[in-house]
């Protein structure tokens, strides 16, 4: 299929736009929006080799959605050509768009009029960049298309990089409006916390670039976290930071004597450590067997990563709960960062890496494979303690071994908890109503993320994640002042405050400005009047 595909894209690229399929013959605004794209766009209809390679797709395969119509622009202009062909195309009725697929679960399919970015998937490092009123001194930009395997194949070795995903193959569109935590997520910011600009194609067809401080500025806020419901956006330019000149790894097996230890060291590291550019992860998972020696089995990991701060130090103020200063010093070394980490466990499998900050990404991705069905959820919290560190592990065994006894195997399943540097080092918001997502108290970030064969599973799954969410939840309460969930991760039965607290208001208001007939309205729909008169909306404000 793969080869077929680029045998196709090969003999179209010096081409007029590319037709696939009957669906356009009898529909007027398909023949007029063929006309209008760039040479080598497509466009294809169910049952048409490209069509099938959309629906084939993470979230459509998972849904089983099956666009009727899917359309392949390769520029801004195409895009805006395509959202005004779908608004009186008779396929139109039900519209969505999808970048790398990571946005919202569900978000991104449709069984109507799909328009498939990943053609727009280029990568440029600018310098000195000016749109409008912003000034860029150095910025990544990238098409909303891409995945971020794509951006760092661009920017390795070049002194510069974007806060991007920790697995390859996320989409960079999701990703950037949904918050964004990435490996250097706490030395500098999530994504949304460094773009500058958006290029975004209104759902009338009007091309802006969305500022803080321009005439979009609301538009603006809303994508820092609010996801892709106001617009296509075709381009993020994003702040660029100083790529780390080295990536080191450890991966290490723990025995099941040293749980208990290691549940202790973990909570050590998250209170002690004082550089910013490392990191860890604790996880309970059931791991598929080429990742480990030995047989399928419920495995806990432990994963420290040390990124090379390019200034030699690390930029510590405070420590890890913000309770007593610390001044900048060297930073130490991998081994000296994470040798309190490891002490006293009995260790079965170590693998230890030094790679090129460009690849990192690559050893994540083993972890989640696909070809099952999968969820990605998961509530944060910022302070963390070994009894809930020994809850959640209890909860997560429960599900493996109660998905085996129903006959599931729930490959690479796994419950993670992931280290996040306070503040993000001072680059985070000064308070929650600055992003669209509120984020101003650090948090760390749990991950649910269940693999399962069959749709009849779909609600013990949900099940399951509903009690882990709630420990969670419980916790935090206990512990700190309200921490919305990351919306990257949204479980299915969470509601609009659990995400976005006292900003969906405001999130709605902006969704009827911008997308007054409310035709985005896959995944999470905030409550406009269009979205409920028409019964798509399930996002409201809370009740006072």
């Not at 590319?18 to 669906?23: A, H, L, V």
């Not at 780390?244 to 099941?256: C, N």
Request: aromatic letters at 12%; charged letters at 15%.
């Amino acid at each position: 299929m793969y080869s077929l595909i680029s045998f196709i894209l090969l003999t179209i690229s010096t081409a007029r736009a590319f037709t696939q399929g009957e669906c356009i013959k009898h529909d007027f605004a398909l023949i007029r929006l063929a006309s209008q794209l760039s040479p080598g766009a497509a466009i294809s209809c169910r049952h048409s080799l490209l069509q099938e390679y959309n629906a084939n797709r993470y979230w459509g395969e998972q849904y089983s959605k099956n666009a009727t119509v899917v359309v392949f622009p390769l520029t801004a202009d195409d895009v805006s050509h395509t959202v005004q062909a779908a608004s009186s195309s008779r396929l139109g009725w039900d519209l969505a768009f999808v970048g790398g697929g990571h946005g919202q679960t569900n978000a991104s399919s449709t069984s109507g009029f799909l328009i498939d970015l990943s053609w727009m998937n280029s990568t440029k490092v600018l310098h000195d960049v000016r749109l409008g009123d912003v000034r860029i001194p150095n910025a990544i930009s990238y098409q909303g298309g891409a995945t971020w395997k794509q951006v760092t194949d661009v920017t390795s070795n070049t002194g510069l990089a974007a806060v991007g995903a920790r697995v390859g193959d996320v989409g960079v569109g999701g990703f950037s409006t949904g918050g964004g935590i990435g490996f250097l997520a706490g030395a500098y910011g999530y994504a949304i916390d460094r773009i500058r600009a958006f290029e975004v194609v209104l759902l009338s067809g009007k091309i802006v670039v969305a500022t803080k401080t321009n005439k979009y500025s609301d538009l603006f806020w809303a994508l820092q976290g609010g996801g892709g419901q106001f617009g296509i956006v075709t381009t993020f330019y994003q702040e660029a930071v100083p790529e780390p000149t080295s990536s080191e790894f450890g991966i290490w097996i723990i025995a099941r004597d040293s749980w208990e230890q290691a549940r202790q060291n973990t909570v050590h590291f998250f209170h002690s450590n004082n550089d910013p550019f490392s990191l860890m992860y604790y996880s309970l998972g059931y791991y598929p067997q080429h990742l480990l020696t030995g047989n399928l089995t419920t495995t806990m990991v432990i994963v420290g990563i040390r990124f090379a701060d390019p200034r030699g130090q690390s930029a510590s103020t405070v420590d890890a709960y913000g309770d007593r200063p610390r001044q900048p010093a060297e930073q130490m070394t991998f081994n000296a960062t994470f040798n309190g980490l490891l002490q006293g466990l009995d260790i079965e499998q170590a693998s230890i890496y030094n790679v090129p900050y460009g690849v990192a990404t690559e050893l994540s991705t083993p972890f989640f494979p696909y070809g099952y069905r999968r969820g990605f959820w998961g509530p944060q919290t910022s302070k963390v303690s070994a009894s809930y560190l020994a809850a959640t592990s209890d909860g997560m065994e429960a599900y493996i071994n109660q998905s085996l006894a129903r006959g599931e195997v729930p490959t690479s399943a796994v419950w993670v908890l992931q280290y996040m540097y306070p503040n993000q080092n001072g680059h985070g918001p000064a308070s929650d109503s600055d992003t669209a997502w509120p984020h101003a108290q650090t948090a760390h970030q749990t991950l649910f993320s269940p693999a399962w064969r069959s749709a009849v599973d779909d609600g013990f799954v949900i099940q399951h994640n509903d009690a882990l969410n709630k420990i969670t939840h419980d916790h935090q309460a206990s512990v700190g002042p309200f921490i919305a969930d990351y919306p990257n991760y949204i479980s299915p039965k969470a509601d609009g405050y659990r995400v976005w607290g006292g900003n969906v208001e405001r999130l709605t208001a902006i969704k009827a400005k911008y997308d007054p007939e409310c035709r985005i309205h896959q995944g999470r729909v905030f409550a406009s009047e269009a979205c409920i008169a028409n019964g798509w909306a399930n996002i409201y404000p809370p009740k006072s």
